[in-house]
């Protein structure tokens, strides 16, 4: 899978680095913010959603699993499915 991220998208390098990691967690899966959490090491919700989590939906990067309810106990997260390419 490739996945490309513009500078043009007014990012600092430090987000971009943030969102890489996110998307390479995620890959083919949909997983909850705490299984994101621990496959990155992180253990504080309010960064990750600030420098990870946010970041990658404000780009439209990545999408919920139930984007009605984005507060739902069972939220996942996905790559979208217009940012996934096939080899």
């Known amino acids: 899978m490739l996945i490309q991220i513009s500078q043009s998208d007014h990012v600092s390098d ?9 998307l390479t967690i995620l890959n083919d899966k949909e997983l909850s913010i705490t299984e994101i959490m621990l496959q990155l090491g992180l253990k504080h919700k309010p960064t990750f959603r600030k420098n990870y989590l946010n970041p ?24 979208k499915k217009s940012e996934k390419i096939s080899k």
């Open 56 to 79: 990658a939906l404000e780009k439209g990067l990545i999408e919920r699993t139930i984007p009605d309810k984005p507060r739902s106990k069972n939220q996942k997260y996905r790559i």
């Open 14 to 22: 430090q987000e971009n680095d943030y969102v890489k990691r996110l």
